[in-house]
């Protein structure tokens, strides 16, 4: 799937809050080490130049739009273009930064054990993943893809998400590798100002992106139509014509 920075940060003060608050809940370290795996346009590790001031940052992106952009943010920090699925840097880290990128990554019970090892003795994995999958939005965006013309071309779209485990058995997973696991979860309620428009602009940038490049123009315009329609129905106006979007997200700092 191909990503657009111009689109991603159309939103980028919302898109950024949780990667605030996850910041925030990583415990104190004199971090050497950071990086910032799937970092985007370099919104969250521009947090992580910031607080780690004696740190060498990195970041990393499958998506080479994604690097460029935060090549032209932070021009002295190292950016490269990778398979987030394949990366196995050994590090050792003292900050493996994930934030909305471990959502598209299969089998987190291999996966976040794994990150764990590659933390120096004290350090953290801090991860944020959209937990929305069955908000309105989500399965909307499931049953126009069902419902339409284009129903074959999308069989597999929803699959590109990985379906998110308890609270419960993330601990579970990162208990034995780490001394202390904190979980949490947390609904933002975002307001945008477009109504419906706004939520499905939002949603271009991220959840949409595996229902709409299949399609061909023609399609892509009568799926976004369709959509459209049914999210205002599921996201009323509120009296001045915005929008409150609620997002639940899932927290988690893991330390070594």
Request: charged share 20%; hydrophobic share 40%.
């Amino acid at each position: 799937m191909s990503w657009s920075a111009k689109q991603y940060v159309a939103f980028e003060d919302e898109r950024t809050r949780p990667a605030r608050d996850l910041l925030a809940a990583i415990p104190p370290v004199d971090a050497r080490s950071a990086i910032d795996i799937g970092c985007g346009p370099g919104n969250s590790t521009e947090l992580l130049v910031e607080r780690f001031t004696g740190a060498t940052v990195r970041g990393v992106d499958s998506s080479t739009d994604m690097i460029e952009a935060a090549r032209k943010r932070l021009p002295n920090v190292q950016f490269d273009t990778v398979d987030i699925g394949t990366w196995n840097d050994s590090g050792p880290f003292d900050v493996i930064f994930a934030n909305a990128v471990l959502q598209w990554l299969p089998d987190h019970g291999t996966l976040l054990p794994s990150l764990a090892s590659r933390l120096t003795q004290g350090g953290s994995l801090a991860i944020q993943m959209p937990d929305n999958l069955n908000e309105p939005s989500h399965r909307l965006m499931r049953e126009v893809a069902a419902e339409g013309p284009w129903a074959s071309k999308l069989a597999d779209a929803a699959g590109q998400r990985t379906e998110m485990a308890s609270a419960s058995d993330y601990y579970s997973m990162l208990q034995p590798h780490c001394a202390r696991v904190d979980v949490w979860r947390t609904t933002y309620h975002h307001p945008l100002a477009d109504g419906a428009s706004g939520v499905v602009e939002w949603f271009k940038g991220s959840g949409l992106r595996p229902f709409l490049e299949p399609l061909d123009d023609a399609e892509k315009a009568q799926y976004l139509k369709q959509y459209h329609a049914a999210i205002e129905q599921a996201y009323p106006a509120l009296s001045d014509g915005s929008v409150l979007l609620p997002f639940p997200r899932l927290f988690i700092v893991a330390t070594r």
